[in-house]
């Protein structure tokens, strides 16, 4: 037997609850791979699966955890074998299919990588997919050139933001967060960021489709209106990778950025990554990202802990990057 947070939902009410319950491996859904998980982290996604669903659960009752990181345990699969380090994010993992919120998984061998060396799995989902989402845009933006001048982060405190600053000014570039919690000043200038930009300073829609070309790059994990907005601030030919619409899906803009400026709307998907390009970004995290920073991110949970967590990041309340020791 072995512990899992287990969400349940009532088919009269609809309403859903989680606890912490036992379950034993022929409870597991089927898979290639069992995992015995030692770390799982707190996305946006598992905020909604723990609680709600957000039609992104199908079927209770359920395990959720989109991401987790632990020691292969059985393996029907030639290219993992028991004792191997293993990380998972995406796939529909702890959405569609059962996730890390327990201390054994059992998944489809093609969705695993390999953990790479300089990373442990504490470390992993100190990243999560937060974190592989955030390497995925700093990687996009130099496939297409990152141009002179401040790189700017919107949505800078989260957990995409923190891991995008950390990589950027490792990288050596100037970086600019925008967020509207004054009070993370300090965590985001220890990330590396020099310049701070207030939320409500970027996220007015403006009648002027083109302003002063400020930036020379941006990871975008907001969306909406302060998308439109950043958009017309890019300089010539610069490129701004969209990972997340926390401020809506719709972008209320026009195209003359594109047109007049050559500016490039990168979309970044994390969840169905091909195998090598998830090998690439997990080499350039185990290399780019400062361990200092990413330690200085964690905000340590247990299991009993992720039903208010889930709650506290639907709301904007999670800051950095939450570790869940599942064994804890």
Not at 59 to 71: L, M
Request: proline share 5%; aromatic share 6%.
């Amino acid at each position: 037997m072995f512990d899992a947070l287990v969400v349940s939902k009532d088919e009269d009410s609809g309403k859903t609850s989680a606890a912490v319950t036992q379950l034993g491996l022929e409870d597991l859904p089927a898979g290639d791979v069992t995992v015995a998980v030692e770390y799982s982290t707190v996305n946006y996604k598992d905020g909604l699966c723990v609680g709600p669903g957000g039609g992104l659960v199908r079927n209770y009752p359920h395990v959720p955890g989109i991401d987790f990181a632990g020691t292969v345990e059985a393996s029907d699969d030639d290219r993992y074998k028991p004792g191997d380090k293993v990380v998972l994010t995406g796939w529909r993992v702890g959405e569609a299919h059962w996730g890390g919120y327990a201390q054994k998984a059992r998944v489809k061998a093609d969705w695993l990588v390999p953990l790479p060396d300089g990373l442990d799995t504490r470390a992993a989902m100190a990243v999560g997919t937060a974190g592989f989402t955030a390497m995925l845009a700093v990687m996009a933006l130099e496939d297409h050139g990152i141009k002179d001048g401040p790189v700017l982060v919107t949505g800078a405190a989260g957990g995409v933001g923190s891991v995008a600053t950390a990589i950027l000014a490792n990288l050596g570039h100037k970086v600019a967060g925008v967020t509207g919690r004054p009070e993370t000043a300090d965590y985001l200038t220890s990330l590396g960021i020099s310049q701070i930009v207030s939320r409500e300073e970027i996220n007015e829609t403006v009648k002027r489709p083109l302003e002063a070309e400020t930036w020379g790059g941006c990871v975008d994990a907001v969306g909406g209106a302060m998308l439109a907005r950043v958009l017309g601030q890019m300089q010539y030919g610069a490129s701004v990778a969209a990972v997340g619409l926390a401020g809506g899906a719709g972008v209320p803009g026009t195209v003359i950025p594109f047109l007049l400026r050559g500016v490039n709307l990168l979309g970044i998907d994390s969840v169905m990554q091909p195998f090598d390009n998830r090998m690439r970004a997990w080499k350039r995290i185990a290399s780019d990202l400062p361990m200092d920073k990413l330690e200085a991110m964690i905000q340590p949970a247990t299991l009993s802990d992720l039903p208010q967590l889930g709650a506290n990041i639907l709301q904007g309340q999670v800051k950095g990057r939450v570790v869940v020791d599942v064994n804890a």
